[in-house]
């Protein structure tokens, strides 16, 4: 890290100490260096883990989309005078793209475990 301000070197320092990057830095007097180790089995695991969780996420998103979308079909039925028959298929089109986009998420999410828990 080389800092800007060299007077500044010092808080610089010590704000990466107290963050949880899961590194030491070390001071040369003019720039911050951060050594990274190599990933442990346990930080692999780990690393997993957050990979999952923000694919749940993803997930989460998709069918607040859905949602928001069967909502609309179902007040334009009300008030456009949609058919029931039509809105039928569209929520049936909306869940068949849902379907085909969580697949993609977790086929990507998969890849990714497997990509950081291979050594």
Do not use: F, W
Request: avoid cysteine.
């Amino acid at each position: 890290v080389d800092v800007y301000d060299k007077s500044a070197l010092g808080d610089v320092e010590k704000g990466l100490l107290l963050s949880d990057i899961g590194m030491t830095p070390s001071n040369d007097g003019s720039v911050i260096r951060l050594n990274v180790p190599l990933l442990t089995k346990e930080r692999r695991v780990e690393l997993a883990k957050t990979a999952r969780g923000i694919g749940e996420e993803g997930k989460t998103a998709l069918r607040n989309v859905r949602r928001a979308a069967i909502d609309k079909i179902k007040k334009a039925v009300k008030t456009a005078g949609v058919s029931e028959d039509e809105s039928k298929e569209k929520e049936a089109a909306i869940d068949k793209k849902l379907k085909k986009y969580e697949a993609e998420l977790d086929e990507a999410v998969a890849t990714r475990e497997k990509e950081i828990t291979t050594m």
